[in-house]
């Protein structure tokens, strides 16, 4: 063997002990790279539904419902500060979109990340339309709880921070839906405003938190009238 | 070769006299005073009168018959007041009909191990229609099998019913594990189509103009009952909680779709969860939850006699024969 291969071969050998020394602390970058960044769902709706801001929005707290820490049945709104625009639609559109993108974990998440609002509208009675993709529906775990704890907070985040509206009527995919995931009726409209809380019991809670389906409903009448 | 009507004009033949004209000339010639009528007008005369007379006494016999019809129903005679009093219809047996969710293609919820939400609520169904007729109360399935009616076909099973209390059963994806959720309509969603429609986001009811102005659309049926819904599902809802520990104490509202069109006081039950690990965890609530609609049935039936006459409608509503038999 020549003297010129002696040399290439340890060159070669020093580049492959400085390779096997980098490539662990590697790994590690690319993992804390691919940890760090958006998930798939976020991508996809960064795409989707593009930013909603404006040259007057204003840094304002926002108060958007999420599941109440460790239950799986009571709302509780959280206070967080969120680029807000005067005007009452893109203000919707804005709060409903930290609804759905900016849940604190995702044990407290009330929609399906994926789902995006597609287009909202306030009519001039106080009706809100609001259309969601279809993933709001399809992705929705079935169940008269989850869709009533979906809608609630949809609700209640639109009562909070838009004035506004009296009522909301949700589309899917720009169409009417019978349902929501197969139990919750899609065909009228939901009553906004926290004013409307009339709690079922004699023990009502504390309105920090509030219990899916304790909205709208009457006081409970002692003996039922037939009808 | 003559025909004979032929030969008769030609004088051949003597033919048949002519009915009318000429034996009536002859007899104007003979008689010596004009007669008014000739013997065959007479007789046709004579015809249309009877005729008339018919026509008459058949149409005098139709009013009387018709008089008689209406006569006790508004001015009844004094000696038909006295008489027996009309047998009052029975009342009609207490049904409670049982709508297991789901099924067929729509298996409903999904466990992780496989647990299927339709599976379990027909289950749940057979359990409580044992434990009611155990006890004397009928009790019918919207489904007893692995098919999927849909929302209406279920409710015209109880809306067939002239004294029904109707029960929907679910399995939930969520929730704490072994608890049960009664729900029943707020009063919102109870008029669901008719406020699209007021808002164009619906086409309009198409009007019916010999339609009864009480009768009560099939969309809305829920509507009139709904107090009684509220207060069977506090009723319920008691009972579960007592046997399910972490249940909620008080039922909930929920725009649930298949209680929207059914004509009879309807609740909702929702059980917790298709995800548990085992599903003997679910198939062992089976009965404490038969045990608890059946005590809730119960109690509720002083509040829900039975009618013996159709309900009056409430504003904007109607009698629940329209809502049933579809």
């Known amino acids: 063997m020549s003297r010129r291969w002696v040399i290439a071969a340890l060159i070669l050998g020093v580049l492959v002990a400085i390779g096997a020394y980098e490539l662990p602390s590697l790994r590690r970058h690319v993992s804390r790279l691919s940890s760090e960044g958006p998930s798939e769902a976020e991508s996809r709706r960064d795409v989707v539904a ?36 005067p005007d009452p639609v893109l203000r919707a559109k804005q709060v409903l979109s930290a609804l759905i993108a900016e849940s604190p974990s995702p044990a407290q998440r009330t929609l399906p990340a994926d789902a995006t609002l597609l287009q909202f509208y ?23 709880l989850s869709e009533q704890i979906a809608v609630d907070s949809i609700t209640h985040t639109l009562a909070a921070n838009v004035s506004s509206i009296a009522r909301l009527k949700i589309l899917i995919h720009g169409q009417e839906a019978e349902t929501l995931a197969g139990h919750v009726d899609l065909t009228g409209f939901f009553p906004v405003g926290i004013s409307s809380v ?21 006081s409970p009448a002692a003996p039922p009238s037939k009808p | 070769m003559f025909h004979a009507k032929q030969r008769e004009k030609h004088g051949e033949i003597p033919g048949p006299a002519p009915v009318t004209r000429a034996p009536c000339s002859a007899h104007h010639r003979q008689a010596a005073t004009p007669a008014r009528f000739c013997y065959p007008q007479l007789v046709r005369t004579q015809k249309y009168f009877a005729s008339l007379l018919a026509v ?30 009309p047998s009052a219809p029975a009342p009609a047996p207490l049904v409670v009909v049982i709508d297991p969710a789901h099924g067929g293609a729509d298996p409903g919820a999904h466990g992780s191990n496989g647990i299927s939400e339709s599976d379990v609520v027909l289950a749940f169904a057979r359990q409580m229609r044992a434990a009611l007729e155990a006890q004397g109360v009928t009790a019918v399935l919207t489904r007893d099998a692995d098919t999927d009616p849909s929302f ?18 679910h399995v939930a994806s969520t929730g704490a594990p072994a608890t049960v959720r009664v729900y ?41 009952y709904l107090d009684l819904s509220r207060h069977f599902a506090e009723l319920l809802q008691s009972q579960l909680t007592q046997r399910f520990r972490g249940s909620p104490p008080a039922p909930a509202a929920a725009a649930v779709r298949q209680l929207r069109t059914i004509a009879a006081p309807a609740v909702a039950i929702e059980v917790s969860n298709v995800m548990v690990a085992d599903r003997r965890q679910l198939d062992i609530m089976a009965t404490p939850l038969a045990d608890a609609v059946v005590h809730a049935v119960l109690a509720f039936e002083p509040f829900f006699p039975a009618a013996t006459e159709p309900p009056t409608p409430a504003a904007g509503s109607a009698a629940p024969a329209a809502a049933g038999g579809h």
């Open chain 2, 184 to 224: 029943s309509l707020p009063v919102f969603a109870a008029q669901a189509p008719a406020q699209s429609a007021a808002a164009g986001l619906l086409p309009p009811p198409v009007e019916q103009p010999n339609s009864h102005p009480g009768l009560r659309t099939w969309d809305n049926a829920q509507a009139p």
């Open chain 1, 198 to 218: 009339t709690p079922a019991t004699s023990n009502p809670q504390s309105p920090a938190q509030v219990s899916p389906g304790l909205l709208n409903q009457r």
């Open chain 1, 122 to 144: 306030i009519l001039s009675d106080g009706t809100a339309i609001a259309d969601f993709s279809d993933e709001l529906a399809s992705q929705t775990p079935s169940g008269i």
């Open chain 2, 152 to 169: 209406d076909d279920r409710s015209a099973v109880a809306n067939a019913q002239a004294h029904a209390i109707f029960l929907c059963l």
């Open chain 1, 50 to 85: 593009p930013q909603i801001s404006t040259p007057a929005d204003t840094q304002s707290p926002a108060q958007i419902f999420w599941l109440a820490p460790g239950t799986s049945d009571t709302l509780a709104p959280a206070t967080i500060q969120l680029s807000l625009s």
């Open chain 2, 56 to 85: 008459a006494a058949g149409a005098l016999l139709a009013l009387a018959s018709f008089a008689a019809q209406s006569a006790p129903q508004s001015n009844p005679a004094p000696s038909e007041q006295q008489a027996a009093p």
